[in-house]
């Protein structure tokens, strides 16, 4: 009870993530950005510089462009009956120096944000999608859902497409931030829609992965689980790959959603699936610690890579190197080969321990 | 602590699918549940508590006869106690009863109405998707007269912090009303007067961490505790009505 009302208790309340460009990796780690060598994992830059010195906690991946790293934060209140500061910031990429901080938001961000056009849209657990300038930071617009905003949002062509637990799957004018068109399901939509020539794919949580019109925002093709759908789905030449919350794996034919194979993985999955550079491997991270890589021709599970930490977030793939993020566990990102898994390098190193 | 977390949380879902998709009118429901399953503790502590009112006119006479022999009168009292059925603690009792009841329903509200997706992923896989219209519903509505549901109160929505307020109000009053007056007895000797003393620092610190903890817990909480509070203030008067007339009809 003292510690109910003394609001102890920091664990997590979201995972942290990693976004890949060029030959860096850049994290969300909970108490620091950092900037990392693809290549070996070490460290080229942090932020802030001094953790300790600092509340803020920064979860979900970082989004990259024009040089800089944009992240959100979290951040506890100053008094007893405040409220948590949620901030996105804007990082140099080479240096990691803030350029500018924005904390407008009344809610948190749990997904990343997406870069266009000189604009970056990122969704916050008070309902809004917020549009900032990336040079600047400076406000563009906030577009209204009915409920949280968990997904990261994909920008494509001067608009915006964005689910929200409203149910809604959302299109928006990049830089007037006005409706085009909004898809209404069955449930919440929580992961980041793919596209595929003028499809968008999307799943949410009443079971149901949705094709649906870029144009139009139409119903093209649906398949019903028998679980959730979060992560959002990958796409390789003609065939959509999705995983439901239960660990069901599809691979479906993009244009008409015929299932090509699926493969039971019986384990909880929160993150969307990532296919190898070549498409001949598809990875699943699976939540209690397994990365599942599977044979894309038809489900073959290939190798697995088992950690003992909680997988949430969507593998990275580049090269022959498969990049996982982990929570809760001695390493935080680890590197393993796209043929064998086998281990590249973990971050913290082994000898900083 | 949690075990009817998932069970409550799915109550919860039929609930909201079958009042119209209100999520205050679910936890009212929720609410209203529990409480019933709790009755047969809640008339036990409310008529203990009557029969110690009773006893007030035994327990004076006891305090005069051996008001200069303490160890007598306790045991005087004590015998009182016994023979007339009457619990010192009946008005702690149910506050630990429902201790692991509290922390199941923040479990399932915060699985429910999410601030947080890490407090819905492990839900997921314990939705009982046999009940009729669950499917999807997670997470439910979070506003409420301009608050968020799902979130601690805040600055922003500054009207939230009467939630907490409320629930030490009604809290209070519900203890005050339901559990055995001790003044009198307090001077029998002192052993009980410290136990008297004890119960009379319940009777306000409970309803006052109460509060404190609602601050720090989603509003939907609150409402939980609210509601709770005034139907055993009703269920109070009404047994208290109803006896009564039975002892006026007899």
């Known amino acids: 009870m003292l510690l109910g009302t003394s609001g102890c208790g920091s664990a997590p309340t979201s995972w942290t993530g990693i976004t890949i460009d060029g030959d860096r990796i850049y994290a969300a780690d909970f108490d620091t950005v950092q900037a990392l060598s693809a290549d070996d994992g070490s460290e080229v830059w942090a932020f802030p510089t001094n953790p300790k010195g600092s509340n803020d906690m920064f979860y979900a991946a970082p989004a990259v462009g024009e040089g800089l790293v944009v992240v959100a934060s979290k951040a506890p209140p100053g008094g007893f009956l405040g409220q948590d500061i949620y901030t996105v910031w804007g990082l140099d990429v080479e240096s990691g120096r803030d350029a500018w901080s924005f904390d407008g938001a009344a809610g948190e961000f749990v997904e990343g944000g997406a870069i266009g056009q000189g604009v970056f849209v990122i969704g916050s657990g008070d309902g809004y999608v917020y549009a900032l300038e990336l040079e600047t930071g400076r406000l563009l617009w906030t577009f209204e859902t009915g409920h949280r905003v968990w997904a990261t949002p994909l920008i494509i062509s001067g608009v915006v497409y964005v689910g929200s637990a409203d149910r809604h799957l959302y299109a928006i004018d990049l830089f007037e931030g006005t409706q085009r068109w909004a898809f209404e399901g069955d449930g919440a939509f929580a992961g980041r829609p793919a596209l595929w020539q003028e499809t968008l794919f999307v799943g949410a949580f009443d079971d149901t992965l949705y094709a649906i019109d870029v144009e139009t925002g139409s119903e093209v093709w649906r398949l019903e689980s028998d679980n959730w759908f979060w992560g959002g789905p990958a796409v390789y030449s003609d065939t959509l790959y999705a995983v439901d919350v239960g660990g069901r794996v599809y691979a479906l034919d993009a244009e008409t959603g015929a299932e090509i194979w699926r493969r039971e993985l019986e384990v909880p999955v929160r993150a969307g699936p990532a296919v190898s550079e070549d498409g001949s491997r598809l990875f699943v991270a699976s939540q209690p610690g397994t990365l599942h890589a599977l044979d894309t021709a038809d489900g073959y599970e290939m190798w697995t890579d088992d950690n003992e930490a909680q997988l949430y977030m969507s593998p990275i793939v580049s090269g022959s190197i498969v990049y996982q993020a982990m929570l809760y566990g001695q390493y935080r990102i680890k590197a393993v080969q796209v043929d064998n898994g086998r281990e590249v390098w973990v971050y913290p190193p082994p000898e900083a321990e | ?250």
């Not at chain 2, 005069?64 to 009168?73: L, P, W």
């Open chain 2, 1 to 250: 602590m949690a075990f009817l977390a998932y069970p409550f949380a799915n109550i919860l879902l039929l609930l909201y699918n079958l009042l119209g998709q209100s999520t205050v009118g679910a936890i009212a429901a929720l609410t209203l549940v529990i409480n019933l399953l709790m009755l047969p503790l809640t008339l036990k502590q409310q008529r203990s508590a009557r029969r110690m009112q009773e006893i007030q006119p035994e327990l004076e006479k006891i305090k005069k006869k051996y008001a200069k022999d303490k160890e007598k009168q306790a045991q005087a009292t004590m015998k009182l106690y016994q023979d007339k059925n009457v619990s010192l603690t009946a008005g702690c009792l149910p506050l630990l009863i429902q201790l692991p009841i509290w922390f199941s329903l923040i479990v399932a509200i915060k699985a429910c109405i999410p601030s947080t997706p890490l407090d819905v992923f492990q839900f997921s896989q314990h939705i009982y998707r046999f009940l009729p219209g669950v499917v999807g519903l997670v997470p439910l509505q979070n506003t409420f007269l301009g608050m968020d549901l799902g979130m601690k109160p805040s600055p922003a929505q500054w009207w939230s912090y009467t939630l907490p307020v409320l629930v030490f109000a009604t809290s209070w009053l519900q203890q005050k009303l339901l559990t055995p007056p001790t003044s009198d007895s307090a001077n029998a000797s002192g052993q009980e007067s410290m136990a008297a003393q004890q119960m009379k620092t319940m009777q306000t610190m409970m309803p006052l961490l109460m509060m404190f903890f609602t601050l720090q817990y989603p509003v939907g909480l609150s409402i939980y505790f609210v509601l709770s509070s005034v139907i055993r203030i009703a269920q109070y008067y009404i047994v208290q009505l109803r006896d009564i007339r039975a002892e006026g009809s007899a």
